[in-house]
T-cell receptor
Framework: DAGVIQSPRHEVTEMGQEVTLRCKPI?????LFWYRQTMMRGLELLIY????????DSGMPEDRFSAKMPNASFSTLKIQPSEPRDSAVYFC???????????????FGAGTRLSVL | AQSVAQPEDQVNVAEGNPLTVKCTYS??????LFWYVQYPNRGLQFLLK??????LVKGSYGFEAEFNKSQTSFHLKKPSALVSDSALYFC????????????FGSGTQLTVLP
């Protein structure tokens, strides 16, 4: 398996623009997580899904942030409108509730580095 | 509520010497504990986990960690450090009885000096 795939790797945009980050989880994984990493706040969980259903979105900072998972192989995190303070690295991770040895392990994508000017 | 503390932002160690990266946790029930490593411009990679059983857990790249329930600690160790071990290390915890999400520590930057 290619692992968790995120796109784009880098995104530079201007304040006020809409930003969409994409994630393809590992095939067969039933949990998907979105994290944000900054120097000031460290690694923060934004939202997670189980079987495509959002379970906990309490980490989503504002209504400008939204996440969807239309099917088991794809998720998006959208920021509209974007602001400079949204600049961070956004990670997607997936895990399986069924794997015997890998249960509870989250596998991370390489991240999307977002810069909002 | 669950929380993790990594008391050291930075750990420096000479190559060949043993290394320890500290982690303490707080959960209301029994914990699942994890260590992840992050190399520059990369995502987090799983190193090892404690779920149940033997308190000494062995993981990737020669790392190990010891679960100590009385001290609520899960320190990461390696007998002989390599320069290539230099990276950012995260401890994470999940309460066994709670929902799926992990709580991560603030991270410890390990630098192994040649």
């Amino acid at each position: 398996d290619a692992g968790v795939i995120q796109s784009p790797r880098h995104e530079v945009t201007e304040m006020g623009q809409e930003v969409t980050l994409r994630c393809k989880p590992i095939s067969g994984h039933d949990y998907l997580f979105w994290y944000r990493q900054t120097m000031m706040r460290g690694l923060e969980l934004l939202i997670y899904f189980n079987n495509n259903v959002p379970i906990d979105d309490s980490g989503m900072p504002e209504d400008r942030f939204s996440a969807k998972m239309p099917n088991a192989s794809f998720s998006t995190l959208k920021i509209q409108p974007s602001e400079p303070r949204d600049s961070a690295v956004y990670f997607c991770a997936s895990s399986s509730n069924h794997a015997v040895l890998a249960k509870n392990i989250q596998y991370f994508g390489a991240g999307t580095r977002l810069s909002v000017l | 509520a669950q929380s993790v503390a990594q008391p050291e932002d930075q750990v420096n160690v000479a190559e060949g010497n043993p290394l320890t990266v500290k982690c303490t946790y707080s959960v209301s029930g029994n914990p699942y504990l994890f260590w992840y490593v992050q190399y520059p411009n990369r995502g987090l990679q799983f190193l090892l986990k404690y779920i149940t059983g033997d308190n000494l857990v062995k993981g990737s790249y020669g790392f190990e960690a010891e679960f100590n329930k009385s001290q609520t600690s899960f320190h990461l160790k390696k007998p002989s450090a390599l320069v290539s071990d230099s990276a950012l290390y995260f401890c994470a915890v999940r309460d066994r009885g709670s929902a799926r999400q992990l709580t991560f520590g603030s991270g410890t930057q390990l630098t192994v000096l040649p």
